[in-house]
């Protein structure tokens, strides 16, 4: 069976770093273009960060850029989100997610992702 598990959110002060990493298992990530999302409560679920298959290839949403990093390792079948300088606003539930169709270009759009993890708590405090 088909899994994305987040892990890594928690409780952290305005300029903090947090790495958030998923695992997949059940199948292999190594030719999907993986995301993460986010969502506030009372927000619709926004796009952070996408990866390509074999990580040549990354985009981010401009609140990002400079402070989160993208990253793949195939052979662990895991994707990663590196957050620094993090802000209040970053407060979210973190979601990971692999695109419908293999060999896909980088995408923010949540309709281009075709499974998802549970989510990952993360809290920015001020």
């Known amino acids: 069976q088909e899994q994305l598990v987040e892990s890594g959110g928690g409780l952290v002060q305005a300029g903090g770093s947090l790495r958030l990493s998923c695992v997949a298992s059940?199948?292999?990530?190594?030719?999907?273009?993986m995301g993460w999302f986010r969502q506030a409560p009372g927000k619709e679920r926004e796009f952070v960060a996408a990866?390509?298959?074999?990580?040549?290839?990354?985009h981010y949403q401009d609140s990002g850029k400079g402070r989160f990093t993208i990253s793949r390792d195939n052979a662990k079948n895991t994707v990663y989100l590196q957050m620094n300088s993090l802000k209040p606003e970053d407060t979210a539930v973190y979601y990971c997610?692999?695109?419908?169709?293999?060999?896909?270009?980088?995408?923010?759009?949540?309709?281009?992702?075709?499974?998802w993890g549970w989510g990952t708590q993360v809290t920015v405090s001020s």
């Open positions: 990866i390509n298959w074999n990580g040549g290839n990354t």
């Open positions: 059940g199948r292999s990530i190594n030719v999907y273009t």
């Open positions: 997610a692999r695109t419908s169709g293999i060999n896909s270009p980088v995408t923010s759009l949540v309709e281009d992702y075709g499974f």
